[in-house]
């Protein structure tokens, strides 16, 4: 399983960025797929998370309204369309795939996630 975590950079408070996960080694499909982040000082949370068809999406409070999670199937990606950013935004963005394949809900506490990318990190300052 390799996740690859891409698209973070130094953005200016109310600029915009696009993530991207792209995944090889396993069957893309069948998994849930979600964002966490790590600020410094911090522990790492939950951001965002779509499960295998799209059925299920999750967004953070703190990120309602401003991110958009979504995934193309075809090109083992997933995304993470992040607008209106804030300099509380700054942080290491991880993506990671749920251990068990399938599933309806979209689950947040890191212990449901066996997989992870090495992070991009996004920063968010004038």
């Known amino acids: 399983v390799q996740l690859q975590a891409s698209g973070g950079g130094l953005v200016q408070p109310g600029g915009s960025l696009r993530l991207s996960c792209a995944a090889s080694?396993?069957?893309?499909?069948?998994?849930?797929i979600a964002w966490f982040r790590q600020a410094p000082g911090k522990e790492r949370e939950g951001v965002s998370c779509?499960?295998?068809?799209?059925?299920?999406?999750y967004y953070a409070d703190s990120v309602k309204g401003r991110f958009t999670i979504s995934r193309d199937n075809a090109k083992n990606t997933v995304y993470l369309q992040m607008n209106s950013l804030k300099p509380e935004d700054t942080a290491v963005y991880y993506c990671a795939r749920r251990q068990l394949v399938g599933g309806t809900r979209c689950p947040t506490a890191e212990h449901e996630y066996g997989y992870w990318g090495q992070g991009t990190q996004v920063t968010v300052s004038s």
């Open positions: 779509i499960t295998r068809n799209a059925g299920s999406l």
């Open positions: 080694a396993f069957t893309f499909d069948l998994y849930t």
